[in-house]
Nanobody
Framework: QVQLVESGGGLVQPGGSLRLSCAASGRTLRNYVMGWFRQTPGKEREFVAA???????TVYADSVKGRFTISRDNVNTVALQMNSLKPEDTADYYC?????????????????????WGQGTQVTVSS
C-alpha cells in the first residue's frame, strides 16, 4: 500500500510562487508515474502535471504550461514548482501515483487511472 503526503500549500498573492512536495512511503515507486491534480468545490478533479518514474518524461495541462514545473527529487518524492500564480490556480492540490514502467508519459492524465492518492494541500491565490 502506497501512502502519499503532500505539503507546501498556503496563501500567496497573484504573481507569486509556491512549491508543493509529495512524499511516498510504503513501497518504492520505481515504475510508477506520479502526478498532480487539483480540485475546487463543485468541480471535477483536473489534471495538472505528471512525471515518469525516472523523471525523464513530463506532461502538463495547457493551463499551467510554462508556469508550473514538476520534478522528481528521487523515486519516492515529487515536487511541483508553481510560478506566476493566478487566482484561478486556487484549489486543493492532490498528489497521485499509478504503475507504469514507461519512461515517457503522454497526454492529459485521467484521475481514474491513478490508484494512490494523498489527502491534498490547499493553495489559495489572492491579494
Amino acid at each position: 500500500q502506497v501512502q502519499l503526503v503532500e505539503s507546501g500549500g498556503g496563501l500567496v498573492q497573484p504573481g507569486g510562487s509556491l512549491r508543493l512536495s509529495c512524499a511516498a512511503s510504503g513501497r518504492t515507486l520505481r515504475n510508477y508515474v506520479m502526478g498532480w491534480f487539483r480540485q475546487t468545490p463543485g468541480k471535477e478533479r483536473e489534471f495538472v502535471a505528471a512525471i515518469a518514474w525516472n523523471g525523464g518524461g513530463t506532461v502538463y495541462a495547457d493551463s499551467v504550461k510554462g508556469r508550473f514545473t514538476i520534478s522528481r527529487d528521487n523515486v519516492n518524492t515529487v515536487a511541483l514548482q508553481m510560478n506566476s500564480l493566478k487566482p484561478e490556480d486556487t484549489a486543493d492540490y492532490y498528489c497521485a501515483a499509478r504503475w507504469s514502467p514507461s519512461t515517457i508519459v503522454l497526454g492529459r492524465q485521467s484521475p481514474a487511472d491513478f490508484d494512490s492518492w494523498g489527502q491534498g494541500t490547499q493553495v489559495t491565490v489572492s491579494s
